[in-house]
């Protein structure tokens, strides 16, 4: 080496792949090598007197500081792991190892670039976690709060949203979303019905507001079911291509754990709902006349039973075939949907027959108020199939805790009603 060629140390660490930074004892850069520019996308220059904690992420900031004060104490670090913010406000993931020279008052560190080590096992966890939560979570409701968290590890996620797509009537449904909206029509000229209409990722970056909005299709084995959407408007983390494709990655796991959550619901729908009229089956009843009761007893509250059988219905099916009487039913359930309220509870035993519970009953006045509007609502005409059929009904009623204390004595008293009814 010649008295004219550079310093051989500076050069050897110019070429080293992992940045070497020195920091005084007030945490300024006092030197760094070319390698930064790759890792942080500063200059030397940009970052030389600058302090360190300004580039750090700012989430890790204060424990930062505290590893930088244990190092300073004579604790040598050699796995810390933390964030800084590139230049271009992609978040890199940093291993440094560092020690402290007391005699120079400085402080040495080796930087090295883990954002893809750690992106590669942050996705795995979070795959793994999100079919842990398919089969853990209650619904799709709780699922969608579970991988909301999840993702927000991934990427930052202020607003979570789940659509999913109701191709009958061509809305959208949330299931989940941190920013509640009303249904949106497909056609509608949304960013989320733009990721249905491409079946494509889409991000946007609004610059001057800082907030980023990005989009992502579920997809399954059937087409597209919805769209998982999120958005920072916290300013601090930009999203960036790679988290399009982090997302659209994941998002595959996600539909298929939602739709894995919806065939759960479908099937315990179906084991307690009456497969004609959707309502309430005698299992379901039970349980919810069960609950209600307990309620009562211990609120102090009333209940009424009403139990219904349709007049002549065997005419009905005998006269214009089944077809025609399973529409009569279908349609009753949903004239005695509309006597009640929502609290309130419609089965179906069997049959012709139908049950009513009211619960938080207001006096005996109240019970014949509904019974009252039921059969006026099944006296009304019923129009089907070109044909204009009356039907009546008999109601048998059994209140709780005058006429019984549990569901078989009320049961046993509105039945025994309701022949009384009949016979009359």
């Known amino acids: 080496m010649t008295m004219d060629s550079p310093p051989l140390l500076p050069k050897v660490m110019d070429l080293l792949l992992d940045a070497v930074c020195v920091v005084d004892v007030e945490g300024r850069f006092v030197f760094i090598s070319a390698a930064c520019e790759r890792i942080f996308g500063y200059t030397p220059e940009e970052m030389i007197g600058r302090n360190m904690i300004e580039f750090v992420f700012p989430d890790d900031r204060e424990r930062t500081l505290a590893a930088a004060a244990t ?34 008052r400085l402080r040495l560190a080796v930087a090295r670039d883990i954002t893809e080590l750690k992106r590669v096992e942050h996705t795995r966890n979070a795959l793994y976690r999100i079919s842990e939560a398919a089969h853990t979570s209650e619904n799709v409701h709780a699922l969608c709060q579970h991988i909301h968290r999840i993702i927000d590890e991934l990427v930052p996620a202020d607003n979570f949203t789940v659509a999913l797509c109701d191709e009958t009537d061509e809305t959208l449904a949330f299931p989940y979303s941190t920013d509640p909206q009303a249904t949106q029509l497909l056609e509608t000229d949304t960013p989320i019905a733009e990721v249905i209409r491409s079946g494509q990722a889409v991000l946007i970056n609004h610059d001057a507001l800082a907030v980023d909005w990005l989009g ?32 659209y990655f994941v998002s595959t796991q996600i539909a298929s754990a939602i739709q894995r959550k919806q065939a759960e619901a479908e099937l315990m729908h179906r084991a307690h709902h009456d497969v004609l009229t959707d309502l309430p089956n005698r299992a379901l ?57 929502e609290s309130d509870t419609v089965g179906r035993m069997g049959g012709d027959e139908f049950t009513v519970l009211l619960t938080n009953v207001l006096g005996p006045e109240y019970t014949g108020i509904i019974a009252d509007r039921i059969r006026a609502a099944i006296a009304a005409p019923f129009d089907i199939a070109g044909q204009r059929l009356t039907i009546s009904v008999s109601i048998g009623v059994a209140v709780y805790p005058d006429q019984g204390e549990d569901r078989e004595q009320l049961f046993r008293q509105a039945d025994a009603d309701m022949y009384a009814v009949k016979r009359q």
């Open 71 to 104: 190092i300073m104490d004579g604790m040598p670090h050699p796995h810390f792991e933390n964030r800084y913010v590139h230049k271009d406000g992609r978040v890199v993931d940093i291993m440094w190892s560092a020690s402290w020279s007391e005699s120079d």
């Open 216 to 247: 992502v299709p579920l997809l399954t084995e059937r087409g597209i079911m919805g769209v998982l959407a999120i958005q920072s408007d916290s300013g601090k983390r930009r999203y960036t291509e790679e988290d399009k494709q982090l997302l």
């Open 285 to 341: 009843f039970n349980d919810r006349f069960d609950v209600a009761l307990a309620r009562a007893h211990r609120d102090g509250e009333q209940l009424a039973l009403l139990y219904l059988d349709l007049k002549d219905f065997k005419y009905v099916n005998d006269s214009f075939g089944h077809e025609v009487g399973d529409q009569v039913l279908r349609e009753m359930a949903h004239r005695l949907l509309q006597c009640v309220r």
